[in-house]
T-cell receptor, first 118, second 112 residues
Protein backbone atom coordinates (compact mmCIF):
# COMPACT_ATOMS: atom_id res chain seq x y z
CA UNK A 1 0.00 0.00 0.00
CA UNK A 2 0.89 3.65 -0.14
CA UNK A 3 3.46 4.89 2.32
CA UNK A 4 4.14 8.28 3.75
CA UNK A 5 7.41 8.79 5.56
CA UNK A 6 8.18 11.48 8.10
CA UNK A 7 11.59 12.55 9.36
CA UNK A 8 12.85 12.99 11.99
CA UNK A 9 10.72 10.84 14.25
CA UNK A 10 12.03 12.64 17.32
CA UNK A 11 13.82 15.95 17.66
CA UNK A 12 14.91 18.08 20.58
CA UNK A 13 15.80 21.69 20.00
CA UNK A 14 16.67 24.70 22.08
CA UNK A 15 14.18 27.47 22.61
CA UNK A 16 14.56 30.15 19.96
CA UNK A 17 15.94 27.89 17.26
CA UNK A 18 14.16 26.52 14.19
CA UNK A 19 13.51 22.92 13.32
CA UNK A 20 12.45 21.30 10.06
CA UNK A 21 10.27 18.23 9.65
CA UNK A 22 10.03 16.43 6.31
CA UNK A 23 7.09 14.50 4.89
CA UNK A 24 7.55 12.29 1.85
CA UNK A 25 5.11 10.23 -0.17
CA UNK A 26 7.09 7.16 -1.17
CA UNK A 27 5.09 5.48 -3.92
CA UNK A 28 2.68 8.08 -5.19
CA UNK A 29 2.66 11.72 -6.14
CA UNK A 30 0.89 13.98 -3.72
CA UNK A 31 -0.21 17.39 -4.92
CA UNK A 32 -1.74 17.96 -1.52
CA UNK A 33 -0.29 17.20 1.88
CA UNK A 34 -1.60 18.10 5.30
CA UNK A 35 0.07 18.97 8.57
CA UNK A 36 -1.53 18.16 11.89
CA UNK A 37 -0.71 18.65 15.51
CA UNK A 38 -1.81 16.21 18.17
CA UNK A 39 -1.86 16.59 21.92
CA UNK A 40 -1.73 13.55 24.21
CA UNK A 41 -4.85 11.39 24.03
CA UNK A 42 -6.51 13.91 21.73
CA UNK A 43 -7.55 13.83 18.12
CA UNK A 44 -5.64 15.42 15.27
CA UNK A 45 -5.85 19.16 14.75
CA UNK A 46 -5.35 20.31 11.17
CA UNK A 47 -2.78 23.10 10.97
CA UNK A 48 -2.41 23.69 7.26
CA UNK A 49 -2.81 22.29 3.78
CA UNK A 50 0.33 22.11 1.71
CA UNK A 51 -0.16 22.55 -2.03
CA UNK A 52 2.59 21.64 -4.48
CA UNK A 53 3.82 24.69 -6.32
CA UNK A 54 1.73 27.20 -4.40
CA UNK A 55 1.35 28.71 -0.97
CA UNK A 56 0.05 26.67 1.90
CA UNK A 57 -3.36 27.44 3.33
CA UNK A 58 -3.50 27.71 7.08
CA UNK A 59 -6.34 26.93 9.44
CA UNK A 60 -7.72 29.67 11.63
CA UNK A 61 -5.49 30.44 14.59
CA UNK A 62 -2.32 28.92 13.10
CA UNK A 63 0.53 31.40 12.64
CA UNK A 64 1.88 31.05 9.11
CA UNK A 65 5.09 32.90 9.95
CA UNK A 66 5.80 30.52 12.78
CA UNK A 67 4.95 27.31 10.96
CA UNK A 68 6.52 27.62 7.52
CA UNK A 69 5.41 25.08 4.96
CA UNK A 70 7.13 24.33 1.68
CA UNK A 71 5.85 21.84 -0.88
CA UNK A 72 8.53 22.05 -3.52
CA UNK A 73 7.93 18.71 -5.22
CA UNK A 74 5.16 16.17 -5.71
CA UNK A 75 6.65 13.90 -3.06
CA UNK A 76 8.00 16.25 -0.42
CA UNK A 77 6.53 18.79 1.98
CA UNK A 78 8.42 20.38 4.86
CA UNK A 79 7.22 22.04 8.04
CA UNK A 80 9.63 24.44 9.73
CA UNK A 81 8.86 25.54 13.25
CA UNK A 82 10.60 28.90 13.61
CA UNK A 83 11.77 30.45 16.85
CA UNK A 84 10.53 27.42 18.73
CA UNK A 85 9.19 27.76 22.27
CA UNK A 86 8.43 25.05 24.83
CA UNK A 87 4.70 25.38 24.11
CA UNK A 88 5.44 24.25 20.53
CA UNK A 89 6.43 20.87 21.91
CA UNK A 90 4.00 18.39 20.44
CA UNK A 91 3.44 15.46 18.11
CA UNK A 92 3.33 16.67 14.51
CA UNK A 93 1.86 14.43 11.83
CA UNK A 94 1.72 14.85 8.10
CA UNK A 95 -0.53 13.15 5.61
CA UNK A 96 -0.67 12.96 1.85
CA UNK A 97 -3.63 12.63 -0.47
CA UNK A 98 -3.57 9.90 -3.10
CA UNK A 99 -5.99 10.66 -5.91
CA UNK A 100 -4.78 7.83 -8.12
CA UNK A 101 -6.28 4.55 -9.20
CA UNK A 102 -8.97 2.97 -7.06
CA UNK A 103 -7.84 4.55 -3.84
CA UNK A 104 -10.80 6.95 -3.89
CA UNK A 105 -9.17 10.03 -2.44
CA UNK A 106 -7.47 8.15 0.33
CA UNK A 107 -5.29 10.03 2.77
CA UNK A 108 -2.30 8.28 4.28
CA UNK A 109 -0.44 9.43 7.35
CA UNK A 110 3.23 9.59 8.23
CA UNK A 111 4.62 8.09 11.40
CA UNK A 112 4.65 11.42 13.20
CA UNK A 113 7.42 13.56 14.67
CA UNK A 114 7.87 14.29 18.34
CA UNK A 115 9.19 17.79 18.89
CA UNK A 116 10.53 18.76 22.28
CA UNK A 117 11.66 22.35 22.81
CA UNK A 118 13.88 22.84 25.84
CA UNK B 1 -18.34 21.56 18.41
CA UNK B 2 -16.87 18.89 16.19
CA UNK B 3 -18.30 18.06 12.84
CA UNK B 4 -18.06 14.36 13.62
CA UNK B 5 -19.27 13.16 16.99
CA UNK B 6 -17.53 9.97 17.96
CA UNK B 7 -18.70 7.77 20.80
CA UNK B 8 -17.91 6.43 23.23
CA UNK B 9 -14.79 8.35 24.16
CA UNK B 10 -13.36 5.45 26.16
CA UNK B 11 -14.10 1.74 25.99
CA UNK B 12 -12.57 -0.97 28.17
CA UNK B 13 -13.59 -4.55 27.57
CA UNK B 14 -12.45 -8.08 28.25
CA UNK B 15 -10.78 -10.18 25.58
CA UNK B 16 -13.36 -12.03 23.52
CA UNK B 17 -16.11 -9.43 23.91
CA UNK B 18 -17.54 -7.39 21.07
CA UNK B 19 -17.51 -3.62 20.76
CA UNK B 20 -18.97 -0.91 18.56
CA UNK B 21 -17.73 2.62 17.96
CA UNK B 22 -20.04 5.21 16.45
CA UNK B 23 -19.35 8.25 14.35
CA UNK B 24 -22.24 10.64 13.70
CA UNK B 25 -22.74 13.95 11.95
CA UNK B 26 -25.41 16.19 10.55
CA UNK B 27 -23.26 16.69 7.45
CA UNK B 28 -23.04 14.48 4.40
CA UNK B 29 -19.61 13.13 3.55
CA UNK B 30 -18.14 12.09 0.21
CA UNK B 31 -16.14 9.45 1.99
CA UNK B 32 -15.33 8.37 5.49
CA UNK B 33 -12.18 6.76 6.77
CA UNK B 34 -11.37 4.85 9.94
CA UNK B 35 -7.91 4.90 11.43
CA UNK B 36 -6.24 3.16 14.34
CA UNK B 37 -3.43 4.90 16.15
CA UNK B 38 -1.02 3.61 18.76
CA UNK B 39 0.81 5.94 21.16
CA UNK B 40 3.66 7.79 19.52
CA UNK B 41 2.79 6.65 16.02
CA UNK B 42 0.85 8.04 13.12
CA UNK B 43 -2.71 6.86 12.35
CA UNK B 44 -2.93 3.74 10.23
CA UNK B 45 -5.72 3.56 7.70
CA UNK B 46 -8.15 0.70 8.30
CA UNK B 47 -10.81 1.37 5.69
CA UNK B 48 -12.38 3.94 3.37
CA UNK B 49 -16.13 3.86 2.73
CA UNK B 50 -17.70 5.93 -0.02
CA UNK B 51 -21.15 4.51 -0.81
CA UNK B 52 -24.22 5.01 1.39
CA UNK B 53 -25.19 1.74 3.05
CA UNK B 54 -21.80 0.22 2.32
CA UNK B 55 -20.51 -2.51 4.61
CA UNK B 56 -16.87 -3.53 4.59
CA UNK B 57 -15.27 -6.32 6.55
CA UNK B 58 -11.65 -6.58 7.54
CA UNK B 59 -11.18 -9.87 9.42
CA UNK B 60 -12.93 -9.25 12.78
CA UNK B 61 -13.69 -5.61 11.98
CA UNK B 62 -16.92 -4.57 10.27
CA UNK B 63 -17.41 -1.03 9.01
CA UNK B 64 -20.72 0.44 7.96
CA UNK B 65 -21.50 3.71 6.21
CA UNK B 66 -24.97 5.08 6.80
CA UNK B 67 -27.44 5.24 3.93
CA UNK B 68 -27.39 9.04 4.03
CA UNK B 69 -23.58 9.13 4.33
CA UNK B 70 -23.80 11.04 7.59
CA UNK B 71 -22.76 8.35 10.02
CA UNK B 72 -20.61 5.27 10.33
CA UNK B 73 -19.85 2.51 12.77
CA UNK B 74 -16.98 0.19 13.52
CA UNK B 75 -17.75 -3.17 15.08
CA UNK B 76 -15.07 -5.48 16.41
CA UNK B 77 -15.96 -9.10 17.07
CA UNK B 78 -14.12 -11.14 19.70
CA UNK B 79 -11.73 -8.34 20.58
CA UNK B 80 -8.11 -9.15 21.31
CA UNK B 81 -5.48 -7.20 23.29
CA UNK B 82 -3.87 -6.31 19.97
CA UNK B 83 -6.97 -4.29 19.11
CA UNK B 84 -6.08 -1.82 21.84
CA UNK B 85 -5.56 1.68 20.49
CA UNK B 86 -7.11 4.99 19.57
CA UNK B 87 -9.71 4.66 16.84
CA UNK B 88 -10.41 7.74 14.76
CA UNK B 89 -13.11 8.36 12.20
CA UNK B 90 -12.55 11.07 9.62
CA UNK B 91 -14.84 12.37 6.91
CA UNK B 92 -14.13 14.21 3.68
CA UNK B 93 -16.49 16.65 2.00
CA UNK B 94 -16.21 18.14 -1.47
CA UNK B 95 -17.33 21.49 -0.06
CA UNK B 96 -14.25 21.47 2.17
CA UNK B 97 -11.89 20.45 -0.63
CA UNK B 98 -11.94 16.89 0.67
CA UNK B 99 -9.93 17.79 3.77
CA UNK B 100 -10.47 15.32 6.58
CA UNK B 101 -12.56 16.31 9.58
CA UNK B 102 -11.76 14.08 12.53
CA UNK B 103 -13.87 12.77 15.33
CA UNK B 104 -12.50 13.12 18.85
CA UNK B 105 -11.40 9.50 18.89
CA UNK B 106 -12.27 6.43 20.93
CA UNK B 107 -9.64 4.91 23.19
CA UNK B 108 -10.18 1.16 23.23
CA UNK B 109 -8.54 -1.04 25.83
CA UNK B 110 -8.89 -4.82 25.56
CA UNK B 111 -7.89 -6.62 28.74
CA UNK B 112 -6.41 -10.09 28.52
Amino acid sequence: GAVVSQHPSRVICKSGTSVKIECRSLDFQATTMFWYRQFPKKSLMLMATSNEGSKATYEQGVEKDKFLINHASLTLSTLTVTSAHPEDSSFYICSARDWGGARENTIYFGEGSWLTVV
Amino acid sequence: TQLLEQSPQFLSIQEGENLTVYCNSSSVFSSLQWYRQEPGEGPVLLVTVVTGGEVKKLKRLTFQFGDARKDSSLHITAAQPGDTGLYLCAGARRSNDYKLSFGAGTTVTVRA
